[in-house]
């Protein structure tokens, strides 16, 4: 039982670097999180489907993104084997766009995982939302810019 609980554990920081990864936009960090053959859908969030790593991170590195935040909550994981996994996490995300634009979205990832080499990868991911709020409203008091996140760069930064 303990090895699955440690497995349990390592999905949730895997997904905890997701969240960080995305919003720092430490691509190398964020891509590590994928197995090279992921398939990322996104079409019941009105978005594409990417087949590969390199596919899906061109996509997320072209986002016209000046800040994003993403809170994942409540995990469903179910260990399906000694290394696959399934997970749906409810999350919640606020994205401030290089046009003004800013959204605030309510939803669910539903995701697979692979142990691959002896580390848990997201295999398969599923982007959908129950609510998005969209406008153009005052902007925050504080933007964390490209500039200001690399102290939440790489694998252990609060080792810093």
């Known amino acids: 039982m303990e090895a699955k609980m440690d ?36 079409s019941d969030a009105h978005g594409g489907t990417y087949r ?34 399934t997970g749906i ?24 995982y692979s142990k691959i080499d002896g580390r848990w990868r997201i295999q398969t991911m599923r982007l959908s939302y129950l609510r998005i709020d969209r406008g153009v409203w005052e902007r925050p008091t504080y933007v964390a810019g490209a500039g200001n996140l690399s102290h939440l760069h790489g694998p252990n930064p609060a080792q810093r």
């Open 7 to 42: 497995d349990l554990e390592e999905i949730k920081k895997l997904k905890a670097r997701y969240f960080r990864g995305l919003d720092s936009k430490d691509w190398e960090t964020y891509a590590g999180v994928f197995a090279e053959d992921v398939l990322v859908d996104l």
């Open 52 to 85: 590969g790593r390199d596919e899906f991170m061109a996509y997320a590195r072209g986002l016209q993104l000046v800040q994003s935040v993403h809170h994942g909550h409540m995990p469903e994981i179910e260990l399906t084997s000694d290394t696959t996994a």
């Open 89 to 112: 996490w409810s999350f919640e995300d606020y994205n401030l766009w290089e046009d003004g634009t800013q959204n605030h979205g309510y939803g669910h990832y539903r995701e697979t």
